[in-house]
């Protein structure tokens, strides 16, 4: 009796478990095609959503957001958007500076004179000084900005900052004829030359005839100065500009119209030439200078102003 009742709960606990997993098999069949239903009315919305999401990139106005110059990391040497006019005296300078306040209305930027200076060399403590003044003045103003000021050629990578892109302005140095302004009294001031003021804050660079002074003036030029334009070539200069900054220049020519003048000098004679040379510095003096002119007549005539 108690074999068979053995039998009889081993049977019982067997057809048991057959009936769970045969219920449990019935069950999940029942349950496929709408788990499977399911899956497919997920894939159909992701899709949908995926083809949302290309017609709104397609579609949208892309904005860029410029950062900061406190929040970026690597900063390149010189800012485009950023100009410093180098000004020479008797060069033409103020020409640039007062078609550059013209212009920056029209053109939508801000241009800044810096406080009047004596144009002579800078301790390492002025440069510093110098470099942070125009460095929280771009910070602290939106760019572009453009500058002008009393200022030999300063190299502000030598101080940890990103420097502005350099311009400027030269006339052949046998014709000191100098561009003024018409006003009674005014002072007609020679042509010194150019060197010293691309060469920058080193003592050596105010010494004439020095050969490390041009080399270095050059080598300043080509890395900081994508364009130095020629005062006898003044069109040429200003489209130079117009093509290197279009966002600073656009329209430098027909501003310019207004004020070239109508009409020519008459010329100066040899003789004159001659005394004027001599009354400021030999010709021997100026040869370096000549050199340095016609080296970057050449690179603006020959529209290689971008290679810095």
Sequence with gaps: MRR??????????????????????????????????????????????????????????????TPSLAELRDLPYKHKHVLMLTRIPGAGAELIVLILQRLQGYNAFKHIRLPPGDRGLL???RQELMVEEITNI?????????????????????????????????????????????????????????????????????????????????????RWYPVVGI??????????????????FKGAIRVYDHFRPREKHPPISSAALKLRVKDTASRKMLAQEVDFYHWL???????????G
Aim: aromatic fraction near 10%.
């Design 297 to 307: 007549k050449s690179r603006l005539l020959n529209k290689t102003f971008n290679n």
């Design 4 to 65: 068979n009742r053995g039998l009889l709960l081993s049977l019982s606990t067997c057809l048991t478990v057959v009936f769970i997993v045969l219920n449990t098999r019935s069950s999940t069949d029942l349950l496929r095609p709408a788990i499977a239903a399911e899956k497919r009315s997920a894939l159909k919305e992701q899709k949908a959503s995926r083809a949302d999401d290309r017609w709104i990139t397609r579609n949208q106005t892309h904005r860029y957001v």
């Design 231 to 248: 005062l006898d070539y003044m069109e040429e200069s200003l489209n130079a500009l117009a093509v290197e900054f279009p966002y600073f």
């Design 138 to 222: 771009i910070r602290q103003e939106a760019i572009p900005l453009t500058f002008d000021g009393d200022v030999r050629f300063l190299n502000f990578s030598e101080f940890g900052r990103q420097g502005p892109t350099f311009i400027s302005l030269v006339r052949n140095p046998l014709k000191p004829r100098i561009w003024q302004r018409h006003r009674k009294g005014e002072e007609k001031a020679l042509y010194h030359g150019a060197i010293p003021y691309f060469c920058g804050q080193d003592p050596r660079c105010t010494e004439r005839n020095n050969t490390w002074a041009m080399e270095r003036a050059k080598t300043n030029v080509i």
């Design 123 to 125: 301790s390492n403590l």
